[in-house]
C-alpha cells in the first residue's frame, strides 16, 4: 500500500511563490502516474497537474504558466512549483498517484495566498 505525505503548504502573499513536495513510500515509485489536485474551500476537488512515468505533463488552464510539475524517482518524489500566486489557488492540495485508473490520495497540504 503506497503511503503519500505532502509537504511545503503555508501562508503566502499573492504574487509569491510556494513549493510542495509529495514523498512516496511503497511500490517502485518511477513507473507511476504522478499527480496534484486542490480542493478550494467549499468547493470540488480538480487537478491541477499530472506527470507521467516517461516526464510527460499536464496542466489545468487555470495554472498553466504559473505551476510546474516535476518529479524525481530517485527520491520518490514529485514537486509541484507554484509562481505567481493568486488568493483564487488557496486550497487544500492533494498529491495522488495514478495506477491504471486506481488513485491514492495523501492527507493533503493547505496553502493559503492572500490579498
Known amino acids: 500500500q503506497v503511503q503519500l505525505a505532502e509537504s511545503g503548504g503555508g501562508l503566502v502573499q499573492a504574487g509569491g511563490s510556494l513549493t510542495l513536495s509529495c514523498a512516496a513510500s511503497g511500490s517502485i515509485f518511477s513507473i507511476y502516474s504522478m499527480g496534484w489536485s486542490r480542493q478550494p474551500p467549499g468547493k470540488r476537488r480538480d487537478l491541477v497537474a499530472a506527470i507521467t512515468s516517461a516526464g510527460r505533463t499536464n496542466y489545468a488552464d487555470s495554472v498553466k504558466g504559473r505551476f510546474t510539475i516535476s518529479r524525481d524517482n530517485a527520491k520518490n518524489t514529485v514537486y509541484l512549483q507554484m509562481n505567481s500566486l493568486k488568493p483564487e489557488d488557496t486550497a487544500v492540495y492533494y498529491c495522488?498517484?495514478?495506477?491504471?485508473?486506481?488513485?491514492?490520495w495523501g492527507k493533503g497540504t493547505l496553502v493559503t495566498v492572500s490579498s
Open positions: 495522488y498517484r495514478n495506477t491504471n485508473g486506481i488513485i491514492n
